[in-house]
């Protein structure tokens, strides 16, 4: 099937999302699944390590500064879903405030990054890349901190997987996921509302909610 941007805007806000089965098929599918993975803003679980590796990494963390690249990131491993039109939506889906991606630099290169869609007070987190020890997990810290912060409600992890699952992902039901969608579609959230994100603010912030 071929999608519009609004089109793909209505999936989500009645709770279902698009894939490919592979990056070099051009047919598109709905996906609804009976089980929904998300993301608690408040149980985002920060180990020690990880907590170390924010403070000392070193890395620059950038928000809407490279969305093409962050897609592209994702992209760029031997089986994925995001094929050339999924690509093409989500920039259209940027280019009109619908999309965003979290970057993580390390001096110039883009080391790693997620991107996803928001509605409402509801982000659809899509896909996430790393190119560096950890990079995704602290791409993950930040965003959680700024969802928050921001006035989000709702992070969609769409699907629970044991490396989502050790940093506090969790598995929800159609109907339960439904009802949180709904109230988070009826609320307002800023993704690019500026704010300070030092590593030790974001570590202290997530641990005291956590």
């Known amino acids: 099937m071929s999608l519009s941007p609004e089109l793909l805007l209505h999936g989500y806000s009645i709770g279902i999302f698009p894939m490919a089965e592979h990056r070099d098929d051009p047919e598109l599918f709905w996906v609804d699944p009976k089980f929904r993975g998300v993301f608690p803003l408040?149980?985002?679980?920060?180990?020690?390590?990880?907590?170390?590796?924010?403070r000392k990494c070193g890395y620059t963390i950038t928000i809407n500064q490279n969305f093409d690249g962050v897609v592209d990131g994702?992209?760029?491993?031997?089986?994925t879903w995001i094929n050339p039109e999924l690509r093409r939506l989500?920039?259209?889906?940027?280019?009109?405030?619908?999309?965003?991606?979290?970057?993580?630099?390390?001096?110039?290169e883009l080391v790693g990054g997620v991107f996803g869609v928001a509605l409402g007070?509801?982000?659809?987190?899509?896909?996430?890349?790393?190119?560096?020890?950890?990079?995704?997990?602290?791409?993950?810290a930040y965003m959680v901190d700024r969802l928050r912060r921001t006035g989000f409600t709702l992070f969609d992890a769409q699907f629970l997987t044991a490396h989502l699952a050790s940093l506090?992902?969790?598995?929800?039901?159609?109907a339960v996921y439904q009802s949180e969608l709904?109230?988070?579609?009826?609320?307002?959230a800023d993704f690019t509302a500026q704010l300070s994100q030092t590593p030790q603010g974001v570590i202290q912030r997530i641990t005291q909610t956590s």
């Open 42 to 54: 408040d149980g985002f679980h920060i180990s020690r390590s990880l907590a170390r590796r924010i």
């Open 74 to 79: 994702c992209a760029d491993r031997s089986d």
């Open 90 to 108: 989500y920039r259209s889906l940027h280019h009109s405030g619908h999309a965003h991606s979290l970057e993580v630099w390390e001096d110039e």
């Open 121 to 140: 007070a509801a982000f659809f987190g899509e896909s996430m890349f790393s190119l560096r020890k950890d990079a995704s997990k602290i791409a993950l």
């Open 168 to 174: 506090g992902a969790i598995e929800i039901s159609r």
């Open 182 to 188: 709904k109230q988070a579609l009826d609320l307002s």
